[in-house]
């Protein structure tokens, strides 16, 4: 029993780092009805900079204010530049937009700090979070920084004038403009979140998978599973998908036999097919009717 | 008195296809102006044409101001408030949200409480159902909070686009009372494109009446309605 408490616990740890990274995906997807193939490069990148940051000498709290402003301009400036122009081009084409921009990031990092691994701090401390040996300290900071979070996107979206505007201009476009949003720059500020949503995710997970350029791929594919669990129209459905997608992988991983940690990933992989396939709209998106 | 919105040989196109061809007219301020005309005459095109959400050229001047190169938002930020056919309700949302979001642009925040107040006193249904979300409306009731969310706008110029589509007759009649109201009331210049000719003419001062991207009549409305040739011959009443 106690094995069991200690994988579920886990699994909601890192699914809070799933749910930040599903909830980045959702908010791209909402905003331009494509997936960002590149949030993990995003997050990644954002990463470094905090690490670069505190090699320098700044504290980590100022590191990570810092950071999380870096990545919103970031992520409006890779919109501007990158995504604005092909914002009614073919989705290929913006498919390879997000592949150009996953390799780009993810060999500037390269350049920059090169590939080996390097440790990241952590804030939380790694001790036994409130004496129980079930959960470290990191892991229930983890938690407690995406709920945080989560509250403040959902206050963000449904009591502010401009999230009340960014939700109309990604509901319906023209409508939207027809109240005088401009909706042009809603998305933009999609990016810009979402850039810093990940980065929140990269610079949590970090001190677990240590840092280096590829250290967000598979977070990115489970957060990718997460979405499409939850169903990508939905914030809400973003987030439970990435908690019930931990815990998931961590139970499959202990009592499925031959699992292991070697094939969690692919168990990400196949659970995106059985959801597309038994669920296209997911636990809570909305199915997507087109009329003809 | 001087034209609030001129327009002058508005050509518009749809890729290749040109669906106006040289439309000139004006509205008065204050009027209530109805363009007539049938399916796929360039009704709906001329309203689009003038929010900048089709190409188009030729000059459109509000209040002096060109619209022309001017966004679709900025166009309604001079305060033309446009009701698009379809109704562009946001179904997801509330009946609340979907008034907050007409007045989105505006930063008097205290006043857009009051306004609110004033359209539930418009449309009582409204107040009993703010909220729902907006999709669970009737047809009925959804024209209704489009009227209301473009006019939280405090618009000069409101734009309807068929209000009268899919509903009862005896909606359209309550519908079409509450626009004169307004019209008269808080001095909103209306312009209203319909296919129900004989309602929108008892309800209109001025009309337009346009077949295949042209105008092919104009003058005032009660006129027009007594005109038993045009009537038969465009209005197909």
């Known amino acids: 029993m106690e094995l069991f408490t200690n994988q579920v616990l886990a699994g909601i740890a890192t699914g809070a780092i799933y749910a930040c990274m599903a909830l980045a995906v959702v908010m791209i997807y909402q905003a331009i009805d494509h997936l960002n193939f590149a949030q993990g490069e995003m997050a990644m990148f954002s990463t470094f900079l905090s690490w670069q940051m505190m090699q320098w000498g700044m504290p980590y709290w100022g590191a990570f204010v810092l950071t999380l402003a870096l990545s919103f301009a970031g992520g409006i400036l890779i919109e501007r530049l990158l995504f604005k122009p092909l914002a009614k081009a073919p989705v290929l084409t913006n498919v390879a937009g997000f592949i150009a921009l996953y390799g780009i990031i993810n060999s500037f990092a390269g350049l920059i700090w090169d590939f080996t691994i390097k440790q990241y701090p952590t804030p939380f401390g790694s001790s036994p979070f409130l004496g129980s040996q079930l959960i470290s300290t990191h892991q229930a900071g983890m938690i407690g920084v995406t709920v945080l979070l989560l509250i403040l996107l959902f206050i963000f979206f449904q009591y502010t004038r401009i999230g009340l505007a960014m939700r109309a201009a990604a509901a319906l476009p023209e409508s939207a403009r027809l109240v005088g949003i401009n909706t042009s720059w809603m998305i933009a500020l999609g990016w810009g979140m979402a850039a810093a949503i990940g980065s929140i995710a990269g610079m949590l997970i970090a001190p677990v998978v240590f840092l280096e350029p590829n250290m967000m791929l598979g977070v990115l594919i489970y957060g990718f599973a997460a979405a499409v669990l939850g169903g990508l129209t939905s914030p809400l459905g973003a987030v439970v998908g990435g908690f019930l997608v931990g815990v998931f992988e961590n139970l499959a991983g202990t009592y499925i036999p031959g699992v292991g940690n070697e094939l969690k990933l692919p168990i990400a992989l196949a659970l995106i097919i059985t959801v597309l396939v038994f669920k296209p709209a997911g636990l809570f998106g909305r199915p997507i009717v087109k009329r003809v | ?237």
């Open chain 2, 1 to 237: 008195m001087t034209a609030m919105l001129n327009v002058k040989d508005l050509r518009a196109y749809y890729g290749q296809v040109q669906a106006l061809h040289g439309l000139s007219f004006a509205l008065n301020e204050g009027s209530l102006t109805t363009l007539l005309g049938a399916n796929g005459a360039g009704k709906t095109t001329t309203l689009r044409a003038i929010c900048n959400m089709v190409r188009s050229t030729g000059a459109i001047e509000f209040e002096g101001k060109p619209l022309s190169g001017r966004s679709t938002e900025n166009v309604v930020r001079l305060g033309i408030a446009h009701v698009p056919q379809g109704r562009g309700t946001f179904t997801t949302m509330t009946v609340e949200e979907n008034l907050q979001l007409g007045a989105i642009t505006r930063t008097d925040r205290k006043n857009i409480v009051d306004d609110i107040e004033r359209m539930y006193a418009h449309f009582p249904v409204l107040k009993e159902r703010y909220t729902q979300q907006a999709g669970t409306l009737s047809g009925g009731e959804q024209q209704m909070l489009a009227v209301a969310r473009a006019l939280m706008l405090r618009p000069r110029l409101m734009l309807l686009d068929e209000p009268s589509f899919g509903l009862a007759p005896l909606i359209v009649r309550d519908l079409f009372k509450i626009l004169g109201k307004i019209n008269r009331e808080d001095k909103v210049t209306i312009l209203v494109v319909e296919q129900n000719a004989q309602l929108a003419l008892e309800l209109a001062d001025q009309a337009y009446v346009i077949e295949t991207g042209r105008i092919v009549m104009s003058g005032n409305a009660k006129e027009i309605a007594n005109n038993e040739d045009i009537r038969k011959s465009y209005l197909g009443y």
